[in-house]
């Protein structure tokens, strides 16, 4: 028996440890079904040994029993029709299941259930001919079949039990002892052979058990390999389960884990690794395929974050890629839903739509609840709020299709044409291009919507994000605007009793009258010659009317001071009688009156232009002069002309010709000259 050949046809490979232990139970009843059949059978069979043993009986008796072996044949043909029932139609064969993943090895499973013991087989105890020449064989069950007559009726007149006190004949007691002998020694011992069926190879009878038939023998230690189990030595179909992992070696095989089933097949120990179904121990599971009920009440499930799986409708799985890292859903061949990242609507389509355009609601299908949606087109400037979203699939008029109206529309055409889109531009619903899209904000008056951003452009792998984002009209969603009856020329204009905005004429006055138009205001003076009286004072006249008005004064300095005031830097404290000054900010660069640093003075920046200020005087501030002096401050300086020089020496003032010294003052004030000295013309 090839154990894994079985597990592959049972799929129990794939089973829970509840349904594989239903399907063990299904497999003993039906075992027990077909033993059961099988016993028929056996009563069967003995019957035939009964007749064949009458048949025996024939040649002691007269030859008016000619005719008993046709008769026997007939009845016991008849035995084996009305026990043996027909045999039920066969099942449709099951649909192949999935091969599933190969996964981990898991923790033990549950022991299975005891098997239930089998039914004691049936054998003929007693076979005899009633008075009416009927054969009666009565099983070990007590179950008594009469199988008809097999005697003439003349014959069994002479059989029948004599009701006068008499007994059975002899004759008749004789034969039947014989015959239950003959029994006896064809039908081999019922002792230790419970639940198995009588069969023949031919020549000889045999208890034998059910093929392919599973007989649970209890828990298994692969450590301490306790019960001690042999490679290649076993009962066929026996099998155990493991209790304690281990590493003890049956023919080659040393990877035990708790809940292994250990099955021999006739030849060898073979393993069903049944080690991620313990009740309890779950969180190893690698692969559940095939399951058709539901998963009740698990405390969490752990999805491998780091799994590559390929896309398929129906799976669900933790996508890691950096832009994700979330559970990925897909809802149908065209839609990967990434959870909580993406929100859709589904719709039907009232006119065919193509993957990547702008969709609007159109209407709905009443109390199925769906919407129906097609290309945006048309809007009105209140009308943004239409707009549901981008297409995230193809679809013709009446079809059903996602659309996308928060996260990524992939696999679609992102270049923009003419528009030459690049990554990061945001797009807006375009109302001169059914369901297009458009960089440039549409003019007003339209429907104004941002859609989406360019993510990736490509004319066949583009990726845009999707997050539509409604323009509004003035007064059509804000909760203080009461607009009524909007006309040409209006006004916007506070009521603050009613704490609103709204909308208003301008009202025409005395002389003003007012004229709206589109977008315009016209006020107009009709009444420009108004009486306007000004009066002069003193010597200052008026003439003239309104709006012209000429005046005239003579006052040259007649007055009275009112008021002064001061431009910058020039500050005053105003007032009849003012107090002026130079600003405070401009006191040292501007106002020379306040203290300054002893021998600054004020001049601008040595060498180049710019702001005044005092500081120390240096050469380059000293222009030439016509004469020249000489000296040092630590040498006598003198007065220098063309030719002659003034030059103090020895306490006196020495006026020299060249280098001839005319004359000398002392510090008495005596003048001395080297000639006489002429005044006025006269020595």
């Known amino acids: 028996m090839d154990i894994l050949d079985l597990e592959r046809k049972l799929g129990i490979e794939n089973?829970?440890?509840?349904?594989?232990?239903?399907?063990?139970?299904?497999?003993?009843?039906?075992?027990?079904?077909?033993?059961?059949?099988?016993?028929?059978?056996?009563?069967?069979?003995?019957?035939?040994?009964?007749?064949?043993?009458?048949?025996r009986i024939k040649t002691d008796l007269?030859?008016?029993?000619?005719?008993?072996?046709?008769?026997?044949q007939d009845r016991a043909s008849n035995l084996r029709n009305g026990i043996d029932g027909k045999d039920g139609r066969d099942g449709k064969d099951g649909k192949s299941g999935r091969d599933g993943l190969k996964g981990d090895k898991g923790d033990a499973g549950r022991d299975g259930r005891d098997g239930v013991d089998g039914v004691d087989g049936v054998s003929v105890t007693d076979a005899r001919i009633d008075f009416d020449g009927s054969l009666i064989i009565v099983l070990s069950t007590g179950r008594e079949l009469n199988v008809g007559?097999?005697?003439?009726?003349?014959?069994?007149?002479?059989?029948?039990?004599?009701?006068?006190?008499?007994?059975?004949?002899?004759?008749?007691?004789?034969?039947?002892?014989?015959?239950?002998?003959?029994?006896?020694?064809?039908?081999?011992s019922q002792s230790g052979n419970s639940g198995k069926f009588l069969t023949t190879n031919g020549s000889t009878l045999s208890w034998g058990s059910v093929g392919g038939g599973l007989s649970y023998q209890g828990a298994w230690n692969a450590s301490t390999n306790s019960p001690t189990l042999a490679s290649g030595v076993g009962t066929s179909g026996y099998y155990y389960v493991v209790s304690t992992a281990?590493?003890?070696?049956?023919?080659?095989?040393?990877?035990?884990?708790?809940?292994?089933?250990?099955?021999?097949?006739?030849?060898?120990?073979?393993?069903?690794?049944?080690?991620?179904?313990?009740?309890?121990?779950?969180?190893?599971?690698?692969?559940?395929?095939?399951?058709?009920?539901?998963?009740?009440?698990?405390?969490?499930?752990?999805?491998?974050?780091?799994?590559?799986?390929?896309?398929?409708?129906?799976?669900?799985?933790y996508n890691a890629e950096d832009q994700f890292q979330t559970l990925s859903f897909q809802m149908n061949g065209n839609q990967?839903?990434?959870?909580?990242?993406?929100?859709?609507?589904?719709?039907?389509?009232?006119?065919?739509?193509?993957?990547?355009?702008?969709?609007?609601?159109?209407?709905?299908?009443?109390?199925?609840?769906?919407?129906?949606?097609?290309?945006?087109?048309?809007?009105?400037?209140?009308?943004?709020?239409?707009?549901?979203?981008?297409?995230?699939?193809?679809?013709?008029?009446?079809?059903?299709?996602?659309?996308?109206?928060?996260?990524?529309?992939?696999a679609i055409d992102t270049t923009g044409g003419a528009e030459n889109w690049v990554q990061g531009d945001i797009l807006y619903y375009n109302p001169s291009v059914t369901g297009g899209l458009t960089k440039t904000k549409p003019a007003v008056p339209n429907a104004i919507c941002i859609v989406?951003?360019?993510?990736?452009?490509?004319?066949?792998?583009?990726?845009?994000?999707?997050?539509?984002?409604?323009?509004?009209?003035?007064?059509?969603?804000?909760?203080?605007?009461?607009?009524?009856?909007?006309?040409?020329?209006?006004?916007?204009?506070?009521?603050?009793?009613?704490?609103?905005?709204?909308?208003?004429?301008?009202?025409?006055?005395?002389?003003?009258?007012?004229?709206?138009g589109a977008g315009t205001i016209t006020i107009t003076n009709s009444a420009p010659d108004q009486t306007v009286a000004l009066t002069g004072a003193g010597t200052t006249s008026v003439t003239g009317t309104y709006p012209n008005f000429t005046i005239t004064s003579n006052d040259a300095f007649t007055g009275t001071v009112t008021s002064v005031t001061g431009s910058s830097p020039v500050a005053s404290s105003g007032g009849t009688t003012p107090a002026i000054s130079l600003a405070s900010g401009y006191g040292d660069t501007l106002n020379p009156y306040a203290s300054k640093t002893a021998n600054y003075v004020l001049a601008s920046?040595?060498?180049?232009?710019?702001?005044?200020?005092?500081?120390?005087?240096?050469?380059?501030?000293?222009?030439?002069?016509?004469?020249?002096?000489?000296?040092?401050?630590?040498?006598?300086?003198?007065?220098?002309?063309t030719n002659f020089t003034i030059e103090e020496s020895g306490g006196k003032l020495l006026f020299k010709y060249g280098a001839t010294t005319i004359a000398s003052m002392s510090s008495t004030g005596v003048i001395t000259s080297a000639t006489n000295i002429v005044a006025n013309g006269t020595p």
């Open 149 to 188: 007559e097999v005697v003439a009726p003349d014959l069994a007149e002479r059989i029948k039990v004599i009701t006068n006190g008499g007994g059975t004949s002899q004759s008749v007691l004789d034969t039947l002892a014989s015959l239950q002998t003959q029994i006896n020694n064809l039908i081999p």
């Open 246 to 317: 281990g590493s003890t070696n049956l023919d080659g095989i040393t990877d035990w884990k708790a809940g292994d089933w250990l099955i021999y097949n006739g030849t060898a120990w073979q393993k069903i690794d049944q080690s991620w179904a313990i009740a309890g121990v779950n969180d190893n599971i690698t692969s559940m395929t095939g399951i058709t009920g539901g998963i009740s009440s698990p405390d969490f499930i752990q999805f491998d974050t780091a799994a590559t799986v390929t896309d398929a409708t129906g799976k669900l799985y």
């Open 336 to 410: 990967l839903q990434h959870i909580g990242e993406e929100l859709y609507y589904r719709v039907k389509l009232s006119s065919a739509a193509t993957k990547g355009q702008v969709l609007m609601f159109t209407g709905t299908l009443g109390s199925s609840g769906g919407l129906t949606a097609a290309p945006a087109t048309g809007l009105q400037p209140e009308q943004a709020h239409y707009i549901l979203g981008v297409a995230g699939e193809t679809g013709s008029t009446n079809d059903w299709v996602f659309v996308t109206t928060f996260g990524e529309v992939k």
């Open 62 to 72: 007269e030859s008016r029993f000619a005719d008993l072996n046709s008769s026997i």
């Open 605 to 641: 920046p040595n060498g180049s232009s710019g702001v005044p200020t005092f500081r120390a005087i240096v050469a380059a501030d000293i222009p030439t002069l016509n004469q020249n002096t000489t000296g040092t401050a630590a040498s006598t300086p003198k007065l220098l002309t």
């Open 452 to 516: 989406a951003a360019v993510v990736h452009v490509g004319s066949s792998n583009g990726v845009l994000f999707v997050r539509p984002t409604y323009g509004s009209v003035l007064g059509g969603t804000d909760g203080n605007v009461n607009f009524t009856s909007l006309a040409s020329g209006n006004t916007l204009i506070y009521d603050a009793v009613a704490g609103v905005w709204e909308n208003a004429f301008l009202t025409d006055g005395t002389g003003i009258s007012i004229t709206e």
């Open 15 to 55: 089973m829970t440890a509840d349904e594989q232990m239903a399907l063990l139970t299904a497999l003993q009843k039906s075992a027990e079904e077909k033993a059961a059949k099988a016993r028929n059978e056996t009563i069967g069979k003995s019957a035939e040994l009964v007749i064949q043993g009458l048949k």
